[in-house]
């Protein structure tokens, strides 16, 4: 399986590179490292809304006299654009919002299911392991400890 994950937190990509360690993983830390790798394709695509750790000249862009911050919602809205068109429905990657963001992660949905996605809003937490998946009672957030996201989101239960 072929994964990108857009956070600004290396703990976090720790995590995720962790659990997905037998997987093709793109890791972008960055607005412009996953517009970037956009180019390929993927089968999930996870996604942060706050990208503000990482202020580099990269994640800005001037306008108006003003500096603008890309979030993860410029790249929901930038995956809908790059797959709009795609054959199907089934062609598109699975899509798992872990922000903790409870404004910005719900528009994301929101933009990405009204394209066609299937998407998962589901917070990351350290204790982000599922009961189901791992055994030791872990809770992802919104979904209880029964599943989360970062298993149940990509399809492998």
């Known amino acids: 399986m072929k994964i990108l994950i857009l956070d600004d937190n290396k703990h976090r990509h720790d995590v995720f590179a962790a659990r997905f360690a037998d997987d093709e993983r793109v890791h972008c830390y960055s607005y412009s490292q996953a517009i970037a790798a956009l180019s390929d394709s993927f089968d999930v695509i996870f996604l942060d809304h706050d990208l503000g750790e990482?202020?580099?000249?990269?994640?800005?862009?001037?306008?108006?006299?003003?500096?603008?911050?890309y979030t993860g919602l410029d790249v929901?809205?930038?995956?809908?654009?790059?797959?709009?068109?795609?054959?199907?429905?089934?062609?598109?990657?699975?899509?798992?919002i872990h922000?903790?963001?409870?404004?910005?992660?719900?528009?994301?949905?929101?933009?990405l299911q009204d394209c066609g996605f299937s998407v998962v809003w589901d917070p990351f937490s350290d204790d982000s392991k599922c009961e189901d998946c791992f055994g030791d009672g872990f809770n992802m957030g919104l979904n209880g400890p029964e599943i989360c996201g970062i298993c149940h989101g990509v399809g492998r239960k």
């Open 54 to 69: 990482f202020h580099t000249p990269d994640t800005w862009e001037s306008y108006g006299g003003k500096m603008i911050e």
């Open 99 to 111: 922000s903790v963001n409870p404004v910005g992660a719900p528009v994301m949905r929101d933009v």
């Open 76 to 96: 929901a809205k930038a995956v809908a654009d790059h797959y709009r068109g795609w054959a199907g429905i089934d062609d598109l990657p699975r899509v798992v």
